[in-house]
């Protein structure tokens, strides 16, 4: 058995500054340099090193590694049955990169999830076009396909803090409304092609087909048309049921609500048709009592992943990193500040950085043990600054309940604990 802090670290990219690694070093918080007798057990011969497991169909995680995404009925409303979730969110305190696992995507069904057999399924392209089309599913597959890494982000992500901080939040909590995946599918400018739009039609019609038959109103700008598809790929594999097999739309940097799964059908008019979903539902209540409709882009955000609530660190060296997106294109740049937002320093973007996509970013940090706040700031490539929550709330009041993205603070106590608080 080898001791942790008898093995040497490994070398560190070049990418990341030297100094607080050294910092970090010499507080002793990362291996020291490994004593001959470590590198002697490390090399040692392993007791029942023989043949492991047989190989499968399809591999498992470890059963060292338990990770989770949790379901939850509402802002406030956590540790429910499942049968009571209307979401289930994303655990990005125990994920690395940029791309989230398939099966840890969040989900948000309004009706839980149909059971669609693929050959049965149709989507009907109609309305306002010169030729009304039905595909199915293996239609869509034999069409040109386009692949892109997008993230999808309910509107409800962020809502636990409008009003107020529980202490006892993490980031899954506040922040597990948005995930990143590979999908792959059939663009809508090629489908609109095939149809043939009338000139006028400048408004589609997504309707899904599950029970709630959730329909949005979509604008046809050049932006949607040139970048919407109907997806039938996610990771690589078919959709997964809870998002959309066998075919979903995938809107690049809008609203979650309007990358309809299970999609039936798309209609083409002249004007948005007004679905309940529009107006009952996914409106903004405005501070002077007012509902906005349509507010469809997410806007650029970001949230600090390690180390986030309920965690607990040590004094020394740290490395701060989190994840970033915009509804607007790329992220320029994040910024970190870890003396409760005075001084700012700029965060490292892990490669590749991609236009709606959440990008990770890192920092290091040497911790002098004194408590203080940790929060970021993203800026994205249209010159978009993430606002501190008291401009976004000067903006926006605090009725509505969609669209939050204010920086997110995380408070650190003496003993290194992290809690979630409102700066
Ligand atoms: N047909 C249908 N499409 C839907 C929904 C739904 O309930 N039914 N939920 C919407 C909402 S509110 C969001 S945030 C996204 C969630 O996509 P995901 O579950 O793949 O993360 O799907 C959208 N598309
Ligand atoms: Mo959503």
């Given at each position: ?11 560190r990219?070049?990418?990341v ?41 399809h ?27 209307i979401n ?30 693929p ?14 089309l ?24 962020g ?5 107020k ?6 980031v ?13 599918g ?6 609109i ?15 899904g ?16 048309v040139?970048?919407a ?31 309809i ?39 650029t955000n ?15 060296y ?54 203080t ?14 606002p ?13 309940l ?15 604990r ?6």
């Open positions: 058995m080898t001791s942790k802090t008898e093995i040497k670290s490994p070398q990219p070049a990418s500054s030297r100094r607080g690694f050294v910092g970090g070093l010499s507080a002793g918080v990362l291996g020291a340099v490994a004593t001959e007798a470590a590198a002697a057990q490390t090399l040692a011969e392993i007791p029942d090193r023989g043949p492991g497991a047989d190989l499968g169909a591999s498992e995680r470890s059963r060292f590694v338990k990770i989770d995404r949790i379901p939850e009925a509402g802002p406030g409303k956590r540790n429910v049955d499942s049968g009571d979730a289930s969110k994303t655990p990005h305190q125990k994920l690395v990169g940029n791309i989230t696992p398939t099966d840890l995507h969040y989900e948000r069904s309004h009706s839980g999830v149909p059971d669609i057999d050959a049965q399924h149709r989507l009907l392209i109609h309305g306002l076009v010169q030729k009304t039905v595909f199915s599913v293996d239609d869509l597959k034999r069409m040109p396909s386009v692949t892109r890494v997008v993230f999808i982000e309910c509107t409800g992500n809502w636990e803090n409008w009003k901080a529980d202490p006892d939040l993490t899954q909590n506040t922040h597990g409304l948005v995930s990143t995946n590979e999908w792959t059939v663009p809508l400018k090629f489908l092609g095939l149809a043939g739009k009338e000139n006028n039609s400048n408004w589609m019609l997504a309707e087909g599950d029970g709630a038959g959730v329909d949005r109103s979509i604008p046809l700008t050049d932006e949607i040139n970048e598809f109907v997806a039938y790929g996610q990771n690589g594999e078919p959709l997964r049921p809870a998002h959309g097999f066998p075919m979903r739309l995938v809107m690049p940097g809008f609203e979650g609500n309007l990358n799964k299970w999609l039936r059908r798309l209609k083409f008019g002249t004007e948005p048709w007004m679905t309940r979903w529009e107006t009952a539902r996914y409106t903004q209540l405005l501070a002077n009592g007012k509902a906005r409709q349509f507010q469809l882009r997410m806007e970001s949230v600090i992943t390690h180390p986030s609530g309920t965690m607990q660190i040590q004094p020394g740290n490395i701060i990193s989190g994840l970033a997106w915009s509804g607007h294109g790329k992220i320029a740049k994040v910024e970190i500040s870890t003396d409760g937002a005075k001084i700012w320093k700029q965060a490292q973007l892990n490669q590749p950085v991609l236009s709606k996509a959440q990008v990770r970013f890192q920092m290091d940090w040497v911790w002098d043990g004194k408590p706040r940790i929060v970021s700031r993203s800026t994205d490539e249209q010159g978009n600054v993430q501190d929550r008291q401009s976004f709330i000067a903006a926006m009041g605090s009725n509505a969609f669209h939050y993205s204010a920086q997110q603070t995380w408070s650190i106590d003496e003993a290194g992290v809690h979630n608080v409102l700066a």
